[in-house]
């Protein structure tokens, strides 16, 4: 099964930027869907992007179009998401996950995803 490990979450002031790290391990599938979820206090979890490693096609929620940029480095097995702009709102513990071999169309499905990385806190301060 595919392992993931996140890093790069912090605290910023509003404003700023941060880049969080998602390192696989596994098996080398050619195409899957991977991407960053989020849970803020109180709140149920949403998918915040998503990348489809077979052709690179991305997906991002409204709120984060514009200022989050999701990307993959197959050499290192490595996703990341390049956060721009924080708001408060992007408060949250952010997870990165991945899917066994499927179609792109499926990346913005949540049942997709079987394999979750243990999360990493994003704090965004105003």
């Known amino acids: 099964q595919i392992q993931l490990a996140e890093s790069g979450g912090g605290s910023v002031e509003t404003g700023g930027s941060l880049r969080l790290s998602c390192a696989a391990s596994?098996?080398?599938?050619?195409?899957?869907?991977m991407a960053w979820f989020r849970q803020g206090p109180g709140k149920e979890r949403e998918r915040v992007a998503s990348i489809f490693t077979g052709d690179g096609t991305t997906d991002y929620v409204d709120s984060v179009k514009g200022r989050f940029t999701i990307s993959q480095d197959n050499a290192q097995n490595t996703l990341y998401l390049q956060m721009n702009s924080l708001k408060p709102e992007d408060t949250a513990q952010y997870f990165c996950a991945a899917s066994g071999p499927r179609s792109g169309l499926l990346c913005s499905r949540t049942y997709t995803y079987t394999f979750w990385g243990q999360g990493t806190q994003v704090t965004v301060s105003s």
């Open positions: 596994g098996p080398n599938y050619s195409r899957i869907c």
